[in-house]
């Protein structure tokens, strides 16, 4: 199978094209840190077959790191972490009834043996997902680490710069 993610350092999954208005966060942090990266929507209920064949195939072509946007049951991100050794980040959607809770609380509850890192809810954990793959990524390639040196610093900058009205 030719795979979609060929160049690709991290994968991005999602469950249901609804699912891109939070991935598209990862997306957009990946791209700004120029990561190679594909985007993709399979399904571990509606599309297992293709889904097993993809994430092989990815793992193959040389993705390091896996991000899995799921709502509901969220066992998107289980099953990739079933299908290959490499890193899978679970981004809980802010869906259903529970708000995204319940998918959290299935990511974060898989059995021993076959972990899946879970982040926060909504579009902070798609964030938060990608910037985890580029840290990932950073531990053997220095430029990732200097660009996230850059953000923190950044980051650090502007909140000391805060002045409040102080009267």
Excluded at 68 to 78: I, N, Q, R, V
Excluded at 99 to 126: S, Y
Aim: charged share 20%; hydrophobic share 45%; glycine share 8%.
């Amino acid at each position: 199978m030719e795979c979609c993610c060929d160049k690709a350092l991290v994968a991005v999954i999602m469950g249901s094209e609804s699912d891109w208005e939070t991935m598209h966060r990862a997306h957009s942090t990946l791209k700004e840190y120029a990561v190679p990266h594909c985007c993709r929507v399979l399904s571990a209920h509606r599309t297992p077959d293709l889904l097993a064949e993809t994430i092989r195939a990815a793992d193959e072509a040389g993705v390091e790191v896996f991000i899995a946007g799921a709502g509901l049951a969220a066992a998107l991100p289980g099953t990739i972490a079933s299908l290959t050794t490499k890193p899978v980040l679970g981004v809980p959607i802010q869906t259903g009834a529970y708000n995204g809770q319940d998918a959290l609380l299935a990511m974060v509850q898989m059995p021993p043996g076959i972990p899946v890192g879970a982040l926060t809810i909504g579009t902070a954990g798609a964030t938060n997902a990608a910037l985890l793959a580029i840290s990932i990524l950073a531990n053997s390639r220095p430029e990732y680490r200097d660009k996230l040196q850059q953000y923190r610093d950044k980051q650090a900058a502007r909140v000391a710069a805060i002045k409040l009205p102080c009267d």
